[in-house]
T-cell receptor, first 111, second 114 residues
Framework: RKEVEQDPGPFNVPEGATVAFNCTYS??????FFWYRQDCRKEPKLLMS???SGNEDGRFTAQLNRASQYISLLIRDSKLSDSATYLC????????????FGSGTRLQVQP | EAQVTQNPRYLITVTGKKLTVTCSQN?????MSWYRQDPGLGLRQIYY???????DKGDVPEGYKVSRKEKRNFPLILESPSPNQTSLYFC?????????????FGPGTRLLVL
């Protein structure tokens, strides 16, 4: 079983739609959670951190459910420029201090 | 401009020919790391470094070496590349407060081993 699992998609949605992605993680000791965005095999870039209390950044809302070990990302009013792959990322307090990436969910917003 | 640079960006080589991919950051970050990205597998950590002269293995270290002689540089060495090392490679850096800070990624190096 992968440490971080995501639905690979693709999610094809029209402009203006609301779309939600979920991600599950297996390590209950995971401590920090992020969503990264990756455009067309370019470098990943941090989209937002995810907190238990939930956090919002404009059209983007992230939620963490520690009991069920899943993370969600909600995108409202989708734009063409939102088309990308969204990577769910967790970290754990191990010596290696690595980010563990999901394989990503591809979003295609269509006109 | 704060950034992580990698060179070369694209490389085609043949099996067994030693190569080095350089990585440099100008943000004075202590932590640096190498990842490879393969379809369906996501990014997997190869090696990481907590500071100068401190390196350790990640998830997939076989066939790779690294060194950290200076804080800003973290080269990835393939002593004898094989076709299964064909991949997209990313270098990343962050301050030591990893759990609160984002990692900054270089632009990636596409490697094809024939």
């Amino acid at each position: 079983r992968k440490e971080v699992e995501q639905d690979p998609g693709p999610f094809n949605v029209p402009e203006g739609a609301t779309v939600a992605f979920n991600c599950t993680y297996s390590n209950s000791a995971s401590q920090s959670f992020f969503w990264y965005r990756q455009d067309c095999r370019k470098e990943p870039k941090l989209l937002m951190s995810v907190y238990s209390s939930g956090n919002e950044d404009g059209r983007f809302t992230a939620q963490l459910n520690r009991a069920s070990q899943y993370i969600s990302l909600l995108i409202r009013d989708s734009k063409l420029s939102d088309s990308a792959t969204y990577l769910c990322v967790v970290t754990s307090y191990t010596g290696r201090r690595a980010l563990t990436f999901g394989s990503g969910t591809r979003l295609q917003v269509q006109p | 401009e704060a950034q992580v640079t990698q060179n070369p960006r694209y490389l085609i080589t043949v099996t067994g020919k030693k190569l080095t991919v350089t990585c440099s950051q100008n943000m004075n970050h202590e932590y640096m790391s190498w990842y490879r990205q393969d379809p369906g597998l996501g990014l997997r950590q190869i090696y990481y470094s907590m500071n100068v002269e401190v390196t350790d293995k990640g998830d997939v270290p076989e066939g790779y070496k690294v060194s950290r002689k200076e804080k800003r540089n973290f080269p990835l060495i393939l002593e004898s590349p094989s076709p299964n090392q064909t991949s997209l490679y990313f270098c990343a850096s962050s301050p030591v407060g990893l759990y609160k800070e984002t990692q900054y990624f270089g632009p990636g190096t596409r490697l094809l081993v024939l």
